[in-house]
């Protein structure tokens, strides 16, 4: 059992950084693969990016490539989002999630643990 709990999320103007965060606790953090999605108001959750168990690889959704950044300490059992040039259409919660399956995880049903969100809202 993982439980995840984000935190970072706030009101950012268009073109600023956010950094989230998520703590996750129990054992055998670093046999997961992490990954973080979204959800604005009225659309699906969308995935946004994933770190494997050994931070060694990454993946991106095109919408954020080039702008976030993804990584993690397996000795703090912690997973980070960096958000830069942050635009209002990245306004949603945004979750963490653990992945069991084989790598690439890119959907949700990939990941059997989530958290329970933050918001994050980019002003224009």
């Known amino acids: 059992q993982v439980q995840l709990v984000e935190s970072g999320g706030g009101l950012v103007q268009a073109g600023g950084s956010l950094r989230l965060s998520c703590a996750a606790s129990?054992?055998?953090?670093?046999?997961?693969?992490m990954g973080w999605f979204r959800q604005a108001p009225g659309k699906e959750r969308e995935f946004v990016t994933t770190?494997?168990?050994?931070?060694?690889?990454?993946y991106y959704a095109d919408s954020v490539k080039g702008r976030f950044t993804i990584s993690r300490d397996n000795a703090k059992n912690t997973v980070a989002l960096q958000m830069n040039s942050l635009k209002p259409e990245d306004t949603a919660v945004y979750y963490c999630?653990?992945?069991?399956?084989?790598?690439?995880?890119?959907?949700?049903?990939?990941?059997?643990?989530w958290g329970q969100g933050t918001q994050v809202t980019v002003s224009s």
């Open positions: 129990g054992r055998s953090f670093s046999t997961y693969h």
């Open positions: 999630a653990a992945a069991t399956t084989v790598w690439l995880p890119r959907t949700e049903n990939n990941y059997v643990y």
């Open positions: 770190i494997n168990k050994s931070g060694s690889s990454t």
